[in-house]
Nanobody, 116 residues
Framework: QVQLVESGGGLVQAGESLSLSCAASGSTFSDNAIHWYRQAPGKQRELVATISSGGSTNYVDDSVKGRFTISRDTAKNTVYLHMNSLKPEDTAVYYC?????????WGQGTQVTVSL
């Protein structure tokens, strides 16, 4: 069974950087688009960025454009979300998501907290 595992979250100050990882087990995902979402307390889960199976960036939300980038390392079966110039409003649980054999798979999430 495919599993996605996020890591790299933590507590940082505004202006600092973090890189999140989404690692797949049980399958390679070189043929899958992978998405990063986030959910802040009391808010709906929102799409942050998408990377296509080929590795080109399909989408980065306007709220993070110019600060966040998404990349993938096929050899490591991992997708990354590089977050720079973090703001308190970036505080959320970050999830990765993919579709494998027609089934939507979510990771368990990793908490990112940005303090002033």
């Amino acid at each position: 069974q495919v599993q996605l595992v996020e890591s790299g979250g933590g507590l940082v100050q505004a202006g600092e950087s973090l890189s999140l990882s989404c690692a797949a087990s049980g399958s390679t995902f070189s043929d899958n688009a992978i998405h990063w979402y986030r959910q802040a307390p009391g808010k709906q889960r929102e799409l942050v960025a998408t990377i296509s199976s080929g590795g080109s960036t399909n989408y980065v939300d306007d709220s993070v454009k110019g600060r966040f980038t998404i990349s993938r390392d096929t050899a490591k079966n991992t997708v990354y979300l590089h977050m720079n110039s973090l703001k308190p409003e970036d505080t959320a649980v970050y999830y990765c998501r993919g579709i494998f054999a027609g089934k939507v798979i979510w990771g368990q999430g990793t908490q990112v907290t940005v303090s002033l």
